[in-house]
């Protein structure tokens, strides 16, 4: 077990709403980064934080935006839902920032969204 | 951009030896990475490589020729847990800043 937790664990959303999706990073870890991961595919970046500001972002739309608090937990928005959003959604804490650390990420088990 | 490519199922002997390519294309390129990933699990680390040459670490070994574009991932002495899905990353820098992207994964099956 990692001690990153997510949450909630699954959800079912209708298309055009908005989801807010929580995690709570490894102990001493400064920086979250999250990921989409469709069925049989791998892990899509979306964003990364680092000591609260955006500091890397994937090819996804504004409409997936992210915040980072200063316990360095965090969350992920995703609003005007669409079909193409159902995916399960991995959050991952590191200590220092994509640049500068050896990539060993710790994930947590994610959140499982289904868009109606 | 980034374009990653990994076979997507590869089937293996217990106690063999099987090795998973990876070749990519990126911008900025600034370290490459090996995941595993059981079904209904989350990824975990396995090897970074960011300079050319080998990684060993216990019965997983990681290569990487920069210059190619191409890294592989060579598990010997095959069990029948290292069933999984085995995630190629590479981390690049674009004007959005860094980000870690992930290949597909190769599905690999142990049989006995």
């Known amino acids: 077990e990692t001690g990153v937790t997510q949450s909630p664990t699954h959800l079912i959303k209708t298309r055009g709403q908005q989801v807010t999706l929580r995690c709570s990073s490894q102990?001493?870890?400064?920086?979250v980064s999250w990921y989409q991961q469709a069925l049989g595919q791998g892990p899509q970046f979306i964003f990364q934080y680092y000591r609260e500001e955006e500091n890397g972002r994937g090819n996804f739309p504004p409409r997936f935006s992210g915040l980072q608090f200063p316990n360095y937990s965090s969350e992920l928005n995703v609003n005007a839902l669409e079909l193409d959003d159902s995916a399960l959604y991995l959050c991952?804490?590191?200590?220092?920032?994509?640049?500068?650390?050896?990539?060993?990420?710790?994930f947590g088990e994610g959140s499982r969204l289904t868009v109606l | 951009g980034q374009n990653i490519d990994q076979p997507t199922e590869m089937t293996a002997t217990e106690g063999a030896i099987v090795q998973i390519n990876c070749t990519y294309q990126?911008?900025?390129?600034?370290?490459l990475f090996w995941y595993q990933q059981h079904a209904g699990e989350a990824p975990t680390f396995l090897s970074y490589?960011?300079?050319?040459g080998l990684e060993e670490k216990g019965r997983f070994s990681s290569f990487l020729s920069r210059s190619k574009g191409y890294s592989y991932l060579l598990l010997k002495e095959l069990q029948m847990k290292d069933s999984a899905s085995y995630l190629c990353a590479v981390r690049g820098y674009s004007n959005s800043g860094y980000a870690l992207n992930f290949g597909k994964g190769t599905s690999l099956l142990v049989t006995p």
């Open positions: 102990s001493g870890h400064n920086t």
């Open positions: 490589n960011v300079l050319d």
């Open positions: 991952a804490s590191s200590s220092g920032t994509l640049a500068s650390n050896t990539g060993e990420l710790f």
């Open positions: 990126t911008s900025g390129f600034n370290g």
